[in-house]
């Protein structure tokens, strides 16, 4: 296997392909990264797939989607026929600092159920994640639809793990005729809970801090504990409990938004007149995600998030970056409008636990 750097990717005097490999079939394909003349091609088997509701149209425009496979930080790589030179399927892996996000991974319908879409996903992710341009990445993260149950064995195969059930948390839906503006979120359409997953680097773990600081709530505890079983490096953590009411309120946030989605997300630790301001601000949005780190600081929030009518969603190991101490993260979701129930799922064992307890905080 040659391992080609990416610059160098629309240069046809050399192998483009970092991976070769054969279908079920015995025919053989190629990994390669995407370029801008691919853009027509990636386009067209998304409205195979989706028509016209994927969850961001830019897959949808040619010249948006020439720039983005442009940019230095994403990593769009193909999988072709090496006989037509036909794009089968194909993914994308978006790098901001120290994190990677996974996504939009897909494959025309002739081509499912022959290999190829795992060899394209967990395969091609595997390989370009050990390319020195991502040496110093700390976690690569994936949203998975979660009545796929084929994407979560995917997620699974590349070695991700799962940390979170969303429901609702997709909503697809054709946004063509939507602008972007302030506090306008795309409305609920067809909304599908996600399951989030996270493969973990070395790094990760050597920076993380291992004193957990957590509120004593019995559900807030089942998420750590879920995941400590799933990790092993945490069997030496310390966890301290605490009583929120008593806890001293700090205040110190970030706020992002996500108008396609319609999802707010807060960071941090936020007192109580701010966090009611918040939820006034954006009361139209379908849902309001709070990561509050597992810090001292952290308790008075998780007990002001209880309170308001969040709900615990999942446990994310390591997301909070502090002069680079990284402190792990309770994911808390609200919906203003309607406390929306997960779907009936078809999951992997592993995500069975996480769905049981959901489904019981969102008394389903």
């Given at each position: 296997?040659?391992?080609?750097?990416?610059?160098?990717?629309?240069?046809?005097?050399?192998?483009?392909?970092?991976?070769?490999?054969?279908?079920?079939?015995?025919?053989?394909?190629?990994?390669?990264?995407?370029?801008?003349?691919?853009?027509?091609?990636?386009?067209?088997?998304?409205?195979?797939?989706?028509?016209?509701?994927?969850?961001?149209?830019?897959?949808?425009?040619?010249?948006?989607?020439?720039?983005?496979?442009?940019?230095?930080?994403?990593?769009?790589?193909?999988?072709?026929?090496?006989?037509t030179n036909e794009i089968a399927g194909a993914g994308l892996l978006e790098v901001e600092r120290y994190i990677a996000q996974a996504s939009k991974a897909v494959t025309k319908k002739k081509y499912q159920g022959q290999g190829i879409t795992s060899k394209i996903g967990a395969a091609g992710i595997i390989t370009v994640t050990k390319m020195p341009q991502f040496k110093n990445i700390l976690r690569l993260d994936f949203e998975i639809r979660a009545q796929e149950i084929g994407a979560q064995k995917l997620a699974q195969l590349a070695g991700a793990l799962p940390y979170s059930l969303i429901p609702a948390y997709a909503n697809f839906g054709d946004r063509r005729n939507f602008s972007i503006e302030n506090n306008k979120p795309f409305p609920p359409q067809r909304e599908e809970s996600v399951f989030l997953y996270s493969i973990l680097c070395k790094n990760l773990w050597r920076n993380r801090d291992k004193k957990v600081f957590l509120i004593n709530n019995e559900d807030i505890i089942f998420f750590y504990e879920y995941i400590k079983k799933i990790y092993k490096k945490m069997q030496e953590d310390i966890l301290i409990l605490e009583d929120g009411k008593k806890a001293k309120n700090y205040e110190l946030y970030g706020v992002s938004k996500d108008h396609y989605m319609g999802i707010v997300k807060l960071y941090g630790y936020i007192k109580q007149k701010a966090l009611r301001s918040l939820l006034k601000t954006y009361q139209e949005w379908r849902i309001i995600l709070w990561r509050i780190p597992t810090t001292q600081n952290g308790i008075s929030s998780m007990y002001l998030a209880l309170e308001k009518g969040f709900k615990i969603v999942g446990y994310d190991i390591g997301f909070n970056n502090i002069n680079w101490t990284l402190y792990d993260s309770i994911i808390l979701a609200y919906y203003p409008n309607n406390h929306r129930k997960p779907l009936k799922l078809d999951c992997l064992e592993l995500n069975k636990p996480l769905l049981k307890e959901v489904n019981k905080l969102f008394n389903v």
């Open positions: 296997m040659q391992t080609i750097i990416k610059k160098h990717q629309i240069d046809n005097d050399e192998d483009i392909y970092f991976q070769k490999f054969l279908a079920k079939d015995g025919s053989e394909y190629g990994l390669r990264f995407g370029n801008v003349n691919d853009a027509e091609a990636i386009s067209s088997i998304f409205k195979e797939i989706y028509g016209y509701e994927y969850v961001n149209p830019l897959v949808y425009d040619i010249e948006l989607l020439k720039k983005e496979l442009k940019k230095e930080n994403n990593f769009w790589f193909v999988g072709e026929s090496l006989k």
